[in-house]
């Protein structure tokens, strides 16, 4: 199917669960991209994966990697708190670079990273691949074209305490290596915060790729029961009202979705846990022809379709199709604004938002 046909040249930077779970089987299936390399310092985790998924070269040394000219860009699928100097380093190589949400965990380091992406000139993207959604493209699409006016959003990701029986049942059997490189301090110490990064990236993005950029965020939290739940009251700069919520873990299946109210039209979505690879359901109901709409959501493989669209931005010079720089900064100053205006008791502006998430 690709004869003939320029293919990106990827290599990926880290061999542990999220590459194991989507970036690897992307790289290898996408229609115009290829698994040229990967990078682990870990011997053992590099050596497994490498016989699992064939790529045409393996790393234990990343600057090695970026040396080569061969590769054309770099899949960050390190912990968090790499993603920014490797980005960096990628960038500075002349690499493309497809990054994993969050970009960061503090605004100063990600706002570090924008003088870096312009003076590269590369293709540089965040990896909130729910972009690649086809129910929540269907809804941008009538949002952008035939819902006139939007009054209001809600929008919740609701994470399940049967989460991890759904995820073992369909995910690969997880590799771990003991020589794993790792940050100086377990990620999930922190709840609060994990479960902000991990979660509260999607949530926030979501909204802002319907309704737009940010102005200020209103939060509560309440914690019971080894639940976390923020509701978070949030301003638009178009002037379109909000509500959010994030809650880690419902007493319940999964619950993911949004309402949008528009003046010629509504849209009802509800998203499934990612790694069944099920396009949301959203049901578009139009003014104009009053009748409610469903796309098929054939193919609900989003890291898939999210380095496809990469990959056309990078072979075909065309407009970036998911999250850029701004949009990544974006994110991470969301969600430190909310941390902020939890601790604070008051509404907190993304302009004003610094320091950790």
Known sequence: MNEGKPLLKVGILGCGPISQAGHFESAVKARNAELYAICDVADDLRARMAATH????????????LADPEVDAVIIATAD??????AARALEAGKHVLCEKPL??????????????????KVFQVGHM??????????KHFIDTDMGEMLALKAWYCDS???????????PYMIRSADAKKPSRNPKADLEQYFMLAHGSHLLD??????GPIRAVDARLRQRFGAYSWFIDVE?????????DLTVAVRMDWHEGFQIYGEYGSILGKTYNPWLFKSSEVDIFSEKTGATSRVLGADGHFYRRQLEGFADTVLQGGPLTGAGIEDGIASVRGMAA????????????????????
């Open 81 to 86: 708190a790499f993603h920014v100097a490797a």
């Open 54 to 65: 064939a790529p045409k070269k393996a790393f234990s040394d990343y600057d090695v990697m």
């Open 104 to 121: 960061g965990m503090t605004v100063e380091e990600v706002e570090g990273l924008r003088p870096v992406v312009e003076k590269s000139g």
């Open 161 to 171: 305490t049967h989460r991890y029986a759904v995820t073992d049942a369909v995910q």
């Open 206 to 211: 979501t909204a802002r790729y319907f309704a």
């Open 338 to 357: 909310v941390m902020q205006s939890v601790r604070e008791k008051t509404p907190v502006k993304l302009a004003d938002a610094h320091g950790s998430v």
């Open 130 to 139: 729910k972009r690649y959604d086809a129910g929540l493209q269907s809804a």
């Open 236 to 244: 638009f700069e178009n002037g379109v009202m909000g509500h959010l």
